[in-house]
């Protein structure tokens, strides 16, 4: 019984703790030893317990009442950081994968895996290996992107920063217009703009200086 990997289940969703519960309790690795229902509840019942009552994992949900799943793991391992946090959730947008990784979650896994990518999720959090699907590194990658492109950039608007990004993908002209759903004379038009607020010549020095300011993932 030591030797199992001891689980908290933190999910504002009855039936979704029940299940997790139950397939968990069916694997002999697994030992699931509290539930909580918002990461309010989930702080106050890691500070209740006796150290050695803590467990290995966290299984968290992302979007709760009164405490949210990125706020819960901020403040649970600032208090507790030798436990590791998987966050399980149906969301997979760029800035609350972000905001999760940034708060110190191991892994953010989707719902929609199957249970043996679970189970693997977890087992790889609790030796401290991140485990993240395609989806999620890439969204990650386009979180931190954006986030990169409005703190250094503050001078260009919303749209110049979409172009810009797309241009560092290597985007032509027409594919940023369709993507964006604009003409290829608006698309010219936002080019030159950034040519002239970046104090560059040409769209393949906007690309270059994009990617040296670690905009674009070097796959």
């Known amino acids: 019984m030591s030797s199992k990997i001891k689980v908290m289940i933190v999910d504002d969703h009855d039936m979704v703790r029940m299940g997790l519960k139950t397939y968990l309790m069916l694997d002999p690795a697994f030992e699931v030893i509290a539930e909580a ?26 979007m709760m009442p009164v405490m949210n799943g990125a706020e819960a793991t901020a403040a649970i391992l600032a208090r507790f950081p030798g436990l590791k946090i998987v966050i399980l959730t149906s969301f997979l947008e760029d800035e609350l994968v972000v905001q999760a990784v940034e ?10 895996v199957s249970a043996e990518e679970l189970i693997y999720a977890l087992q790889g959090a609790y030796r401290g290996m991140p485990v993240m699907t395609g989806d999620v590194a890439q969204a990650l990658t386009r979180g931190l992107r954006q986030r990169s492109v409005q703190g250094s950039d503050s001078g260009l608007t919303d749209r110049e920063k979409e172009v810009l990004m797309l241009i560092a993908e290597g985007k032509s002209n027409k594919d940023i217009g369709e993507e964006l ?16 607020k970046c104090e560059l010549e040409d769209r393949t020095q906007l690309a270059i200086y994009a990617h040296r300011q670690g905009w674009v993932s070097k796959s």
């Open 37 to 62: 229902g918002d990461g309010m509840e989930a702080l106050q019942a890691l500070e209740a317990s006796e150290t050695s009552m803590l467990p290995d994992l966290i299984l968290m949900d992302l």
């Open 103 to 112: 708060a110190g979650a191991v892994s953010y896994v989707l719902k929609t």
């Open 181 to 196: 759903h604009i003409s290829i004379k608006t698309v010219k038009t936002h080019v030159s703009n950034l040519l002239m």
